[in-house]
C-alpha cells in the first residue's frame, strides 16, 4: 500500500478518532508517574501474513489513535528517570517495543517513527541476523548489522538483547516436549538426566553475554534492556541478567507496566483484531490484567498412568485430552503424585525429584500436551501427606494428635509431616523445587492436607514454637481454656500458612508468572467457628491464595437441601466481595456408596450457582472410559471455550 493512501485512511480515521476522544479518555485507568503501557509488536509488513503481524496501515491507525486519545510516548531513558525518582511520567504513558528487528521496522516503521517523534525499543536476537534461517519465521527477513546500526544511532530507537540463540525451544522431558529455553531445565535423552542448576546458569549466563559482546562491537553502545524470548523466565536467569548489568527486562505478562519494577515489565502482545478500538478500551479498563472464568475438571493422573507402558500411558492421555477438549474447559487441576490404593498418604510422584521415588516421569508430558490445546494445568500437590523412604525419619516428623490421654502419631486419614518442624519445611520444599524446575505449569492446587484438627499437633517442634510465640509451655488439658486455646488455634492456622507461603515461594523462584490455588473444605467456608477443627480460616485463604477452591461436595458433606447449601456458600463468598477468587468445585461420585451421581444433576447444580452469582466452577473426579460424567450432559454449564487467555 502506498504512503499516500496510508495517509488518506489515517486522516479519515483522525477525524473519527477526535469525535470519540472524551469518552476514551475517561476510561483512562493508567496513573500518572507510577504505571505506563508497554505494547508489544512484531513484523509490520503490508499486508498481515502470520497471528501476530499488524499491517501498516492498522499500525498507523493505531499510533493516530494513540496521539488523539491523550497517551504520550515515553521512552526508556524516561522510565529509568522515573524510577530513580528524578522525573513523573505522563499520564496515559505509552512505550512501543519491537521484537525480533524484523526488516519492516527498518523500511516502515523506523521512518514513521521519525514522522511523529516517537521513542521505541527493537529487540534482536543477535544469532538471527547472520543466520536468519535460525529465526521462528524462515521466510521473514530481518535487519541487517548496517541497519540496526543506522536506527541505533538515532535518539529515538534503543537496542535490546532478546537474548543471542535463546530465542528457541529445546527438549524438556523424556518423552521429548519442547519449552521455551529461557525457562526450561534441558532434558539428556543421551544421558538421560536433566540440566542442574548450575549448567542452566551457565547457559542463560554465556548466552546474555555473547549478545552483549555482539550487540557492543556490530551496533555500539552498552545494552541495558533484556527482552526474554516467549515473556518466558525464572529468577535464575534475572539472577544472571542483573550480574551482566540490564536495568529492565520486558516479559509478555499480562496488565500495566510498574515504575517500581522495571525487572518485569509486563507488555501488551499486540495481534490483528478487526474491532481492535473497542477491544483496547475493555481492556484499558481492567489495566489489561487477564479475566477468566475458569471451567476445570480435577483429573487423577492415577487413571492414565499405565504403569511399566510409556506408550499405553500415552494413549490414554490422548483419550483424556480429546474428552476434555469435548467438554470444553479451560482448566485442569492435574494430579502430580501416585496414590492408587486412595489412601492420601504419597510414596511416589509422577515427575523427576530427589525425595520419593518416581512412579513414572509423565507428568511434564500431560501437562505439555494439554497446554498445546489451550488448556491451563494447574499441578494437583499434597502439603504434608508424604510417606518419607526413612521409616524412623517418617515417623519421627509425623504429626502428633492428643487421644485417649496420651500423645501419639496421628491416626487422622491423612498421616501428614508436622509443618512446624523445619526438616518438614526441607523435605517438602525439595519436592516442589524439583516440580517448578522440570513441569511447565500455570498453576498449583495445594491438596486439602493442610489442615490439623482440634486433637493435632502436639510434636515437640510445635510445642516449641507456641513456647517462643507465646512465652507458656503448652500441656493437652491447656488447649481447651482461654488464653491458651485461641493462641494455639491461629499459632496452628498461622503456621499452616506460612509453610504454603514457603511453598509457593520456592516454587515462583522457577515459575514466577503461576496462580496459587488451595483446597478449603466447606464448613470452615460456612462456619467461622468451624476453623478450630481444622485450623483453616476462609478469609485468610481469600487473603492468602489466587484461588481458594471450596470443596462443595453435597454427597460427602450429606446435604439434604442443596440449594439452600449451595446458596449459602455463594452469599458467604459474595459478603467478602470475593467471588473472582473462589472456585466452587462440586461432587460427581458418592464415595460411601461407590457410584457416579446423575450428570443431569451435576449440570443442574453448576447452573444453580452460576445463577446465584458463582464465576468460577470445577468438578471431581472424572472418568475418561466411563464418560463420567457425560460430556452431552455437563458440557454445556462445565464449557470455557474463549476464556483462556494467554498472557
Not at 476510561?27 to 501474513?49: C, K, N, W
Not at 526488516?103 to 514522522?115: K, M, Q
Not at 540440566?195 to 547457559?203: G, H, I, S, V
Amino acid at each position: 500500500m502506498s504512503w499516500e493512501r496510508i495517509l488518506l485512511s489515517v486522516n479519515i480515521f483522525r477525524v473519527l478518532a477526535v469525535l470519540l476522544a472524551l469518552p476514551w479518555l475517561s476510561a483512562s485507568s493508567a496513573q500518572a508517574g507510577e504505571t505506563f503501557i508497554a505494547l508489544t509488536y512484531h513484523d509490520i509488513p503490508e499486508a498481515e501474513m502470520v497471528s501476530d503481524d499488524i499491517s501498516q496501515s492498522q499500525f498507523v491507525k493505531q499510533l493516530e489513535f494513540f496521539k488523539t486519545h491523550g497517551f504520550t510516548f515515553v521512552s526508556p531513558q524516561d522510565l529509568l528517570a522515573a524510577a530513580q525518582g528524578h522525573a513523573t511520567l505522563p499520564n496515559k504513558a505509552l512505550l512501543l517495543t519491537f521484537d525480533d528487528a524484523y526488516e519492516s521496522f527498518y523500511t516502515f516503521v523506523y521512518p514513521v517513527l521519525r514522522l511523529y517523534n516517537i521513542p521505541a525499543v527493537l529487540s534482536v536476537v543477535t544469532s538471527w541476523i547472520d543466520n536468519p534461517q535460525a529465526s521462528i519465521y524462515r521466510t521473514k527477513k530481518l535487519m541487517s548489522w548496517e541497519q540496526l546500526r543506522e536506527v541505533g544511532a538515532s535518539r529515538l530507537v534503543t537496542i535490546a538483547s532478546h537474548t543471542h540463540a535463546q530465542h528457541k525451544y529445546i527438549q524438556a522431558n523424556p518423552a521429548g516436549n519442547v519449552e521455551p529455553a529461557s525457562e526450561t531445565f534441558r532434558y539428556f535423552p543421551e544421558a538421560q538426566r536433566y540440566e542442574t542448576e548450575a549448567e542452566f546458569r551457565t547457559r542463560v549466563r554465556t548466552d546474555l553475554a555473547k549478545s552483549i559482546e555482539m550487540l557492543q562491537s556490530k551496533v555500539g553502545g552498552n545494552p541495558y534492556i533484556l527482552t526474554w524470548p516467549y515473556g518466558a523466565y525464572n529468577e535464575l536467569g534475572l539472577q544472571e541478567a542483573a550480574s551482566l548489568g540490564f536495568k529492565i527486562v520486558l516479559t509478555l505478562q499480562a496488565g500495566l507496566g510498574q515504575v517500581r519494577d522495571l525487572w518485569r515489565v509486563k507488555r501488551l502482545y499486540m495481534i490483528p483484531q478487526l474491532y481492535w478500538a473497542p477491544l483496547f478500551k475493555e481492556e484499558l479498563a481492567r489495566q489489561f490484567k487477564e479475566v477468566v472464568q475458569m471451567r476445570a475438571a480435577q483429573v487423577d493422573l492415577d487413571a492414565i498412568v499405565e504403569p511399566g507402558s510409556y506408550a499405553q500411558s500415552n494413549h490414554n492421555l490422548g483419550r483424556l485430552i480429546e474428552r476434555l477438549v469435548a467438554l470444553g474447559v479451560n482448566t485442569v487441576f492435574m494430579q502430580g503424585f501416585a496414590d492408587r490404593d486412595g489412601s492420601g498418604n504419597i510414596k511416589s510422584l509422577y515427575f523427576h525429584n530427589r525425595v520419593l521415588p518416581v512412579e513414572m516421569d509423565f507428568l511434564s508430558h500431560a501437562v505439555n500436551r494439554l497446554r498445546v490445546r489451550g488448556i491451563k494445568v494447574f499441578a494437583w500437590m499434597p502439603v504434608l501427606s508424604y510417606e518419607l523412604p526413612d521409616p524412623r525419619l517418617n515417623d519421627q516428623l509425623k504429626v502428633r494428635e492428643y487421644k485417649d490421654g496420651q500423645l501419639q502419631i496421628t491416626t487422622s486419614w491423612y498421616r501428614r509431616l508436622s509443618p512446624f518442624d523445619p526438616q518438614t519445611l526441607g523435605i517438602v520444599g525439595k519436592i516442589f523445587e524439583d516440580l517448578a524446575m522440570h513441569v511447565n505449569f500455570d498453576g498449583i492446587l495445594f491438596q486439602d492436607d493442610a489442615y490439623l484438627n482440634d486433637f493435632e499437633d502436639f510434636h515437640p517442634a510445635a510445642l516449641e514454637v507456641f513456647a517462643k510465640r507465646y512465652g507458656w509451655e503448652l500441656q493437652p488439658g491447656m488447649v481447651r481454656e482461654e488464653p491458651w486455646r485461641g493462641q494455639w488455634l491461629d499459632c496452628k492456622t498461622e503456621v499452616l500458612n506460612e509453610f504454603i507461603n514457603h511453598l509457593t515461594a520456592i516454587v515462583r523462584r522457577y515459575r514466577p508468572q503461576i496462580k496459587v490455588a488451595r483446597n478449603i473444605y466447606s464448613e470452615p467456608a460456612l462456619n467461622p467457628t468451624a476453623q478450630e477443627w481444622f485450623a483453616q480460616n476462609f478469609a485468610s485463604f481469600l487473603a492468602s491464595y489466587d484461588y481458594t477452591v471450596i470443596m462443595a461436595y453435597t454427597r460427602m458433606e450429606k446435604i439434604k437441601n442443596k440449594s439452600s447449601w449451595y446458596a449459602r456458600l455463594v452469599e458467604r463468598t459474595r459478603n467478602f466481595g470475593a467471588l473472582d477468587k473462589v472456585v466452587f468445585k462440586v461432587q460427581t461420585y458418592d464415595w460411601q456408596h461407590k457410584k457416579w451421581l446423575n450428570s443431569r444433576c451435576i449440570t443442574q447444580d453448576l447452573r444453580f450457582l452460576v445463577a446465584q452469582g458463582a464465576r468460577h466452577l470445577a468438578y471431581y473426579p472424572d472418568d475418561v472410559y466411563l464418560n463420567k460424567p457425560e460430556i452431552d450432559k455437563v458440557s454445556l454449564m462445565i464449557s470455557g471455550r474463549g476464556e483462556v487467555r494467554d498472557n
